[in-house]
Each structure stands twice: as C-alpha cells, then as structure tokens.
C-alpha cells in the first residue's frame, strides 16, 4: 500500500507535528494515526499538549511545522473542508443559555451547512440519539442539568454526520449516572464515526476506548491497545489474598519461591481470623501457580488468592514517569506511533 493510500484510509494522521510560542514548545515532533471507526482516548496531564493538538487536528490553529491529515485532506491547507468532516466538543462549551435545544440545534445545522431539506431529519436524530427529544427538546439550555448540557454539546458535534468527533473532557464534572449515559452515547457512535476524546477520569476511558495515545510535555509517550500499553510500560505483578497466617509466616512462605516479592500491605484481622495481604512481585519472577503452591500449606489458612491486572491509570502513571526520567536524555525512536 503507497504512503498516500495510507493516509486516505487513517481517519486521523499525524505526521512530526509541532506547535511553538516563541521559546515554548507546546508539542514536538508528534506522530499517530487513527483508523476509521475506532474510539480512541487521548491521555496525559495538564499542560502536555492535548488541547493544543486538538485544535490543530481541528483547523482552529495552525501548526508551526510537520502535517496533520484528516479523510486523507491535508489539515493546513484545507482547514475549511475539514470543519465540515469533524465534530468538535470543546471542554468549556459556550452554548447560548436563553435558546432553546432545538432553536440552537437547527441555528447550529444551518452555520454547518446542512441542506434545509435535511435540516430537520438531523436534528431530530441527532436529540434522538443523545436522548434529548423527549424531556429536553424545548427546554431553555439555560435550564438544564450539566449532564444534559453535555448531550446537547455532542448532538451538536455529531449534527452534521462528521466522519471525525473530537470530544474535550465530555464527561467532566458529571455524576455516575450521567458519566454512564454520556459513555452509552459514546459507545453507539463506534464504528459509525471516529471519535477521539480527551479526559481525565480514566476509568471511563478504558471502558470506552479502543485503544489510547499518551503525550506528556508535548511528546508522545505511548499508544496502542491497554493489553499491549500493559507488557510494555507495567513491569510488576500484583496480588490480592486472604489467608490466616501472620505477615511473617506469609513472608516466609513466599521469599521460598519467589525471592522479589514484596508484601504492599495488610489488613486487619476479620471474625474469622483472616485478613488480607496485597502483594506485589517483578512481572518476569514468577507464576501466579508457584505462589498458590507455596501457599498451600495448611498452617497459613489460605481462602482467597487472586490477580490484579494495571489499570490504565498505572499504564499512565508508568508512561509518564518515564517520559519524565528521560527528559534529561534524547527522546528515543521517531516519536512515532500506530493508534
């Protein structure tokens, strides 16, 4: 397949792309794409670029050097046709409290362009889709709970039937049952779209996304799947137990076959003269099956035994730590990844 086939089938591509003011470095030299369809989170901390990205990827800003595709049209020159293919939900959304959601709906259709014939079939299913046709159609927005603030922000994203959604910090200040029909909304449009979102909350994300892209101070850090982020980045193994042995004859039992484990912590002793060990071994050193057979013996009392697969918040924390323990050195590779 040539480069330019490449391109054209990536939703998003990024290619060495930078952003300065002046002396700062806002991003440097960042390289991912996104295939069409797919959900994708884009993580890291405050400060490392992500709005800034974002912004480019959406017209909104240009860059100060390398090229950024979206549909396989060059952002740069074309920034006019790539508002039309994306929808883009900002972290501050500055929608019009004294209109109602359908007023803003339509007034929105008609700034994207959309054929009046049309006009009134997107609307109705873009409130169906983000659930805003039955309580909220007529509503003033200034009147509506955050959640559904948040909806009428994503139905204006996806108004238009984009190819693209750029989604930042969607669920932001939410509670659990609106984070959980903001993630349900999400989740219909995969497949249907490409959506790329920014957040903080990053349980959200792992239950959300495909698969994840990390920067940190303006360079990209890792991407790909959370089972492949996991090999890569989390270096131990974690375990959660209840057993009746003290700490030490706990200890003991494990240093036999496991020389580098460590005992992260302990609970307090239940009715039933349990309590619970949290223990934390190198990824390499052993066998979940080794530490059950050293546990076997019957003085130790051991009733539960289980494995505590990395979070995405440890894949970050990991990634990052060691973006930062670098930073003294050259960055590595080509600062490129597959997304």
């Known amino acids: ?47 490392a670029g992500k709005s800034t990205t974002m912004r480019i990827l959406c017209g909104l800003m ?13 952002v740069a020159s074309h ?6 293919r994306i929808g883009y939900m900002p972290e501050h959304n500055p929608l019009p409290s004294d209109m109602r959601v359908i007023e803003y709906l339509r007034y929105r259709g008609r700034l994207r362009e959309i054929p009046r014939r049309e006009l009134k079939a997107r609307v109705d299913e873009a409130m169906e889709v983000c ?20 909806r009428v922000g994503i139905a204006d ?33 995969r497949g249907r779209m490409t959506v790329i979102i920014s957040s903080h909350i990053l349980p959200e994300i792992e239950l959300v996304c495909d698969r994840v892209i990390i920067i940190n101070q303006g360079r990209l850090v890792a ?33 036999k076959v496991c020389p580098s484990v460590r ?13 619970e060990f949290l223990l934390e071994t190198d990824r390499d050193s052993t066998e979940p099956e080794d530490l059950m057979h050293a546990l076997a013996d019957p003085k130790l009392g051991l009733s539960e035994f289980s494995r505590q697969r990395a979070t995405l918040e440890d894949i970050f924390m990991a990634a990052t730590k060691r ?9 590595p590779g080509n600062n490129s990844a597959k997304a």
């Open 263 to 275: 005992i992260e912590a302990v609970g307090p002793v239940s009715a039933t003269g349990h309590r």
């Open 1 to 47: 397949m040539s480069e330019q086939e490449t391109i054209v089938q990536d939703a998003i591509r990024v290619e060495g792309l930078s952003k300065r003011y002046g002396k700062l470095k806002a991003i440097e030299s960042i390289s991912f794409s996104v295939e069409r369809g797919q959900v994708v989170g884009f993580l890291g901390p405050n400060g």
């Open 223 to 255: 991407a790909g799947e959370p089972a492949k982020l996991r090999r890569e980045f989390v270096t131990k193994r974690n375990y959660r137990l209840r057993a009746r042995g003290s700490e030490s004859e706990m200890r003991s039992a494990l240093l």
């Open 131 to 150: 659930d805003l046709h039955r309580k909220a159609r007529r509503r003033l927005i200034g009147s509506l709970s955050k959640g559904y603030r948040q």
């Open 323 to 331: 973006s930062w323990d670098e930073t003294a050195a050259p960055f």
């Open 62 to 74: 240009p860059a100060s050097s390398g090229r950024a595709y979206i549909c396989g049209i060059p």
């Open 157 to 189: 994203a996806i108004l238009a039937n984009p190819e693209v959604i750029i989604m930042d910090e969607p669920t932001i200040g939410l509670d659990p049952h609106q984070i959980l029909a903001i993630r349900k909304l999400i989740d219909s449009l």
């Open 79 to 84: 920034p006019n046709e790539i508002k039309r």
